[in-house]
């Protein structure tokens, strides 16, 4: 029992020296530069990649992984130049959106270039076997190797950040990047010299791992994740607080896997113990996150006067339109919805079925869209965890239909009182955060619901659930027809639309835009904004999940993949490139991007790298942020908001 | 020295650090209900840090802050306000996508029952906007009531940063530099305008303008380095040795 409780240790001490590798680079650049990269994940699945071409290629795994760095490095410093250079004046939602494009394309072109399959390395013969630690333990050696090679790559770093030029740089940086500039420092070769570094550290943690664990596209997703528990739990800009954090998640996480059903023993029978220590147990690291949190809203180790924490995610120039919604929206709104309602008769005319599938499920994610752009538009809260209440809703509908209760008026309150409770917990503590924290904790709760669902193994774990039917409408199997479920979803979307300008328009709305436009404002007039966005919170979680049961219902399937945080990721985009802060946007956005997704799906089954590129471009393209490009398309059309 | 007794603010060995730096060393003041009392000081000598503490918008090292006897020294800035304890801001802090008559009609609502209401639009409540133009008539902003805060010139803003600290309904402001910027007419309304608030408000006016400083104030303090080095009757700290060499003599006054 104690060997093993050393060997789960010490696994989880080489699994929090990989998080920390991918950690301190992306610590750094959050920190000097105010910069939100959630592509930093797919560096560390290159550098895995590299290793395993490069350790084929020369049949060295030495050789490889001294190819594979420079290789990494290369890499960082091209994507330095090429795209993030433009990133860094540009807000958190700006650089959310463009890194989001950037991890489809690179995911989607290791696919492309390397196939999806999984590629292994072996484990090199040198470091193969264990070795005998103490007494009669033994551990092998080439995590023994990692562990070393870790520990002595964050000395070197502690040099660096503490004793070096570059380090005093880095560390005056992440206080205060605009007076190093003033001083005549280059900041942006520093920047450059720094990305290239984060992408050569996560390149070397990608590399190491490549021998014990599969090399497959969207490794970095994950480990993504776990990175950004590691830099709130440690302090963003903290390289310190990131080591100390990495080898606590590691650590909890690797022993809180394997103990966890054993302590339970102590309290529960076996098979539920193993059950319930199972689905809690990936958990374990996320209520870690939010207990530190709670008491420490800015990490263990927070840099002083790190802009990360202070400034806000979302420039004014995103807001569409800045007042309580026209009236001209509300006519571009009654003449969309007129459409909708006229749809199936055009699709029985046209004998296209299809038509009423597609527009059916994008006002689905319309009503997704509309209830994040309630947080997102109107509270300037970029919440990145928004597909976790949709999840909450579909989830509803499968578990309740497999416990016979197929009714779905019952199920949509069920689905909107568990979303509540989960919106008003997380939003609690998520609030109590600002800037790149409150993106990153909200990234983080959707995680962890979504792997709370992976675990859930009575509804298929990662691979889904077939739902037996459709709900039922007061015993009728009413929506088992088309053009019925089409109009009861147009019905809610049109009735969450007619509640949510009500919701804008009223006193809650406007101290709610107040807080969005000038927190300090608010407060000096007498406003808590607290209370006021943890209400829109909740509300727009309950939306969301409205938007989860009509999904289930529609697709007659439900999956973890539901709440990824790439769905997540979606719903912003829908968001942002509709026009946040109005009503009708999201609306157009969905229909947009479920459109896009249909054409480029048509095309090639690596569509994602051309949507990828596309937005990745539109970001760039647009100088005042997609906001302004947004704006200059609309305006023409939005007479109301001419004054906005 | 006013007796701590009938103060209706008391300040009380207020300090503050940023790091090596003590921008409020050691202050501590007294204003009576109705007063009008002017803080100067020379740049950076720390007013407006000392406004961002009595506000609530920083939180102090040491000291305590009374308002009408309770401590207030721990409570968050919208609580203060709440007390009657209210502030304008040095930098104009609007909401700029906001109307001129919506950007005062908030602070009205703020105080006027709760803002939880989600159904009737709060732009066309009537009480909240005839209270809103009555406080923009005050100032002169009437005919830009329907204007956005962000598209006013820079003098009419310093006029409704000061409309919307009004609308609070604080009886207890906090000014910082309302002058500053101002042409010479809206100056002159805003002199007015803080001579008829002396008989309904208690106000602390942080003010580079010594002409309207020696003409409003019923007391003056100076804070230098952070520390305060006089505090009386206009006459008698223009006339103290002290205060000419470390700041009024600068100006050759």
């Known amino acids: 029992m104690l060997n093993l409780f050393l060997l789960q240790t010490l696994n989880g001490v080489q699994f929090g020296i990989m998080l920390f590798l991918v950690a301190a680079g992306l610590t750094l650049i959050f920190g000097v530069m105010d910069l939100i990269n959630l592509s930093h994940g797919v560096l560390y699945m290159v550098g895995a990649y590299f290793a395993a071409t ?119 940086g992440a206080s205060n990047a605009p007076m190093v500039s003033a001083l005549g420092v280059d900041i942006r070769r520093l920047f450059t010299l720094v990305f290239g570094l984060g992408a050569m550290l996560a390149g070397l943690a990608g590399a190491l791992v490549a021998p014990i664990l599969s090399v497959e596209p969207g490794m970095g997703d994950s480990v993504l994740i776990l990175t950004f528990v590691v830099i709130v739990i ?68 927070p840099v002083r006067g790190a802009g990360a924490a202070a400034s806000s995610n979302v420039a004014p120039s995103h807001i569409a339109e800045r007042g309580a919604p026209s009236r001209g929206a509300g006519f571009a709104a009654l003449a969309i919805f007129a459409l909708l309602a006229s749809l199936p008769l055009l699709s029985a005319m046209t004998g296209n079925a299809f038509m009423l599938v597609i527009a059916t499920r994008i006002m689905i994610f319309a009503l997704a869209a509309l209830s994040l752009d309630l947080i997102l538009g109107y509270g300037a809260l970029v919440s990145f965890g928004h597909a976790a209440f949709v999840g909450i809703g579909a989830y509803a509908v499968a578990i309740l239909n497999a416990y016979g209760v197929g009714d779905l008026l019952v199920q949509a309150v ?82 969450a639309f007619v509640l949510a300008r009500t919701l804008v328009a009223s006193r809650f709305g406007r101290v709610l835009r107040g807080t969005r436009d000038n927190a300090v404002r608010m407060r000096a007039i007498g406003f808590s904004p607290l209370p006021y966005q943890l209400t829109a919170y909740v509300v727009a979680g309950c939306l969301a999940a409205l938007a989860g049961v009509l999904l289930a219902n529609q697709v007659e399937f439900v999956s973890p993949a539901y709440m990824s945080w790439q769905r997540s990721g979606e719903l912003i985009v829908m968001v942002v490139l509709g026009g946040m802060g109005t009503l009708v946007g999201p609306i157009a956005g969905a229909a947009v991007f479920i459109m896009l997704e249909e054409w480029l799906a048509a095309f090639s089954q690596h569509w994602k790298l051309g949507f990828g590129l596309i937005l990745l471009l539109i970001v760039l393209a647009s100088k005042d942020g997609v906001g302004g490009l947004v704006k200059r398309l609309f305006t023409p059309f939005r007479a109301g908001a001419a004054h906005g | 020295m006013a007796e701590a007794a009938g103060a209706l603010l008391s300040v009380r060995n207020l300090s503050k650090r940023f790091g090596a730096l003590v921008v409020t060393d050691d202050v501590s003041l007294d204003i009576a209900q109705g007063e009008l009392h002017a803080i100067i000081g020379p740049n950076g000598a720390g007013k407006t840090t000392l406004i961002h503490q009595l506000s609530g918008m920083l939180a102090s090292d040491g000291g305590r802050v009374l308002l009408a006897g309770e401590d207030i020294t721990r409570l968050p800035m919208h609580a203060r306000v709440r007390r009657g304890l209210a502030r304008s801001f040095q930098i104009t802090t609007l909401l700029d996508g906001f109307t001129a008559l919506e950007n005062v009609a908030l602070a009205v609502q703020a105080r006027s029952g709760s803002s939880f209401r989600f159904i009737a639009p709060a732009a066309s409540e009537r009480a909240l906007n005839e209270e809103g133009l009555a406080i923009l008539t005050r100032l002169g902003l009437e005919d830009r009531a329907q204007r956005r805060a962000g598209a006013l010139s820079h003098g009419e803003k310093r006029q409704l940063e000061i409309a919307v600290a009004l609308a609070t309904g604080a009886r207890t402001l906090l000014l910082d530099e309302p002058l500053a910027g101002t042409s010479h007419e809206e100056s002159a309304t805003l002199v007015a305008l803080m001579r008829s608030l002396k008989r309904t408000h208690t106000l602390v006016l942080i003010e580079h303008d010594m002409d309207a400083v020696f003409a409003l104030a019923d007391r003056v303090s100076v804070l230098v380095y952070g520390r305060l080095i006089a505090s009386g009757r206009p006459q008698d700290v223009r006339a103290d040795a002290q205060v000419r060499a470390a700041y009024l003599g600068d100006e050759g006054a």
């Open chain 1, 54 to 172: 490069f350790v084929a290629l020369t049949g060295s795994f030495v050789l490889g992984l001294l190819l594979a760095l420079p290789a990494a490095l290369l890499l960082g410093v091209v994507l330095e130049l090429a795209v993030f250079r433009r990133l860094y004046d540009r807000d958190h939602l700006d650089q959310v959106l463009a890194t989001f494009g950037l991890i489809l394309i690179l995911n989607e072109s290791v696919k492309v270039i390397w196939g999806a399959a999984p590629l292994s390395v072996p484990v090199p013969a040198a470091l193969s076997g264990s070795v005998e630690l103490f007494g009669n333990f033994r551990y092998p050696l080439y995590r023994v190797v990692i562990i070393a090679a870790g520990l002595a790559t964050a000395a070197g770093l502690y040099v660096l950040v503490n004793f070096t030029r570059v380090g005093m740089l880095l560390r005056a």
């Open chain 1, 234 to 301: 440690g302090g963003v800009g903290s390289v310190r607080g990131a080591f100390i954090a990495a080898i606590l998640v590691g650590v909890v996480d690797t022993v809180g896997r394997v103990f966890g059903p054993i302590w339970l023993r102590a309290v529960l029978d076996p098979a539920a113990a193993s059950q319930t220590g199972r689905t809690l147990a990936p958990m374990l690291i996320y209520v870690l996150m939010a207990m530190v949190l709670f008491f420490r809203p800015r990490g263990l180790f």
């Open chain 1, 414 to 495: 069920v689905a909107v009182a568990a979303a509540a409770l989960f919106a008003l917990v997380t939003g609690a503590i998520s609030l109590r955060t600002r800037g790149v924290y409150f993106i990153m904790i909200t990234l983080a709760f959707g995680q962890m619901l979504y792997f709370l669902m992976v675990s859930l193994s009575a509804f298929g774990g990662d691979d889904g659930y077939t739902l037996r039917s459709r709900s039922t409408v007061f015993g009728l199997p009413l929506l088992e027809d088309g053009t019925v479920l089409f109009y009861v979803v147009l019905g809610v979307l049109a009735a």
